[in-house]
């Protein structure tokens, strides 16, 4: 099945530690997204790519970075500097910028809680 | 600045009823806007989307919703609500800010049909 995948669904993190979080695609889709949801404030962006080696801070990129070195993957780490991880967090691709109306498209989502 | 509001956190309909999920934005610009469900604990599907032509887009799940110019509003719709259609509704619009075009999500519209 085509789709975007997401792993692992549930994650905890100690205090002080580095965590990753894996997306993978298999639609052939150039642009790719992490997107952070809490509860009662929607989506908010975190960082995108719209080609392969090449990313760009969203609107709450601090304590978090990315990579992208092959298409289908996009991987996200949250970092120690992130005081506030517990959310879930969403991957998403579109085939490429969304700028002529293109349909993101989301995959199931991870949920980290720090313990 | 770009926005997009829902101005009710929850929709309470009888099934059979018709529905209604209200969505207002604030774009410059000609708005690309989009609507999404999210079924508890999963990721956001794609409903449908309004980019240009007819002010009624017809989407997924029997759902369709009306583009308003004057209004600023893009209403998502459905004849008929069923027990299944259960679950937190998402508008965004296009972010004009950035090049790559990336959406701006409201905060969500939780919709309770009862039998």
Redesign the interface.
């Known amino acids: 099945d085509g789709g975007?995948t997401?792993s692992p669904k549930y994650l905890f993190r100690k205090e002080g530690q580095n965590v990753t979080l894996s997306c993978e695609q298999n639609l052939n889709h150039d642009?790719m997204?992490w997107y952070r949801q809490d509860p009662?404030?929607?989506?908010?962006?975190i960082y995108?790519s719209?080609i392969v080696n090449d990313f760009?801070k969203?609107d709450i990129a601090e304590g978090y970075s990315v990579s992208r070195e092959k298409k289908e993957s996009f991987p996200l780490t949250v970092t120690s500097a992130q005081k506030n991880p517990t959310a879930f967090y969403?991957c998403?691709s579109s085939i490429d910028?969304?700028?002529?109306?293109n349909?993101?498209?989301?995959?199931?989502?991870s949920?980290l809680t720090v313990v | 600045a770009q926005s997009v509001a829902q101005p009710e956190?929850q929709v309470n309909v009888a099934e059979g009823n018709p529905l209604t999920v209200k969505c207002t934005y604030s774009v410059s610009g000609n708005p690309?806007l989009?609507w999404?469900v999210q079924y508890p604990?999963?990721?956001?599907?794609?409903l449908l989307?309004y980019?240009t032509g007819d002010n009624l887009v017809k989407g997924s799940y029997g759902f369709e919703a009306e583009f308003n110019k004057s209004q600023t509003s893009f209403h998502l719709k459905k004849p008929s609500a069923l027990v299944s259609d259960s679950a937190l509704y998402?508008c965004a619009v296009?972010d004009m800010r950035?090049?790559?075009?990336?959406?701006i999500?409201?905060?969500?519209t939780k919709l309770s049909v009862k039998p």
């Open positions: 975007i997401q642009a997204y009662g404030q929607g989506l908010r962006l995108y719209q760009q969203g969403l998403a910028r969304p700028i002529s109306g349909t993101i498209y989301f995959g199931e989502g949920w | 956190d690309y989009f999404y604990n999963r990721g956001l599907q794609f989307k980019i998402f296009r950035r090049s790559q075009g990336n959406l999500f409201g905060k969500g």
